[in-house]
């Protein structure tokens, strides 16, 4: 079992930055892929932003590319989403989410095994 907590949340200002941290704990070593999610009311779960461990490879959302970084920690106990010059249809509820299988296509909800609670971010115009 994986357990993660998010955090870093918050409410900021449009062109504003905001960092969250998504701290893996239980059985963190058979991480393999983590990603970043965001649901806003009324939406479906959208992909932000992946890391495997196995490729060292990135992937982001067409939305946040550029101005969104992902980053990880190699006791792979964390993971980052920095997230720069915020939007305001950059607010949402992030959640990251963590699986172990080999490959996982990091940019489907559906393919993640382990996910926490969330946590708000707020971009004010």
């Known amino acids: 079992q994986v357990q993660l907590v998010e955090s870093g949340g918050g409410l900021v200002q449009a062109g504003g930055s905001l960092r969250l941290s998504c701290a893996a704990s239980g059985r963190a070593f058979s991480i393999n892929s983590m990603g970043w999610f965001r649901q806003a009311p009324g939406e479906e779960r959208e992909f932000v932003a992946g890391y495997r461990w196995t490729e060292r490879s990135t992937d982001y959302s067409d939305s946040v590319k550029g101005r969104f970084a992902i980053s990880t920690d190699s006791s792979k106990n964390t993971v980052y989403l920095q997230m720069n010059s915020l939007k305001p249809e950059d607010t949402a509820v992030y959640f990251c989410?963590?699986?172990?299988?080999?490959?996982?296509?990091?940019?489907?909800?559906?393919?993640?095994?382990?996910w926490g609670q969330g946590t708000q971010v707020t971009v004010s115009s």
């Open positions: 989410a963590a699986d172990t299988a080999a490959w996982t296509n990091v940019r489907s909800p559906r393919a993640f095994e382990y």
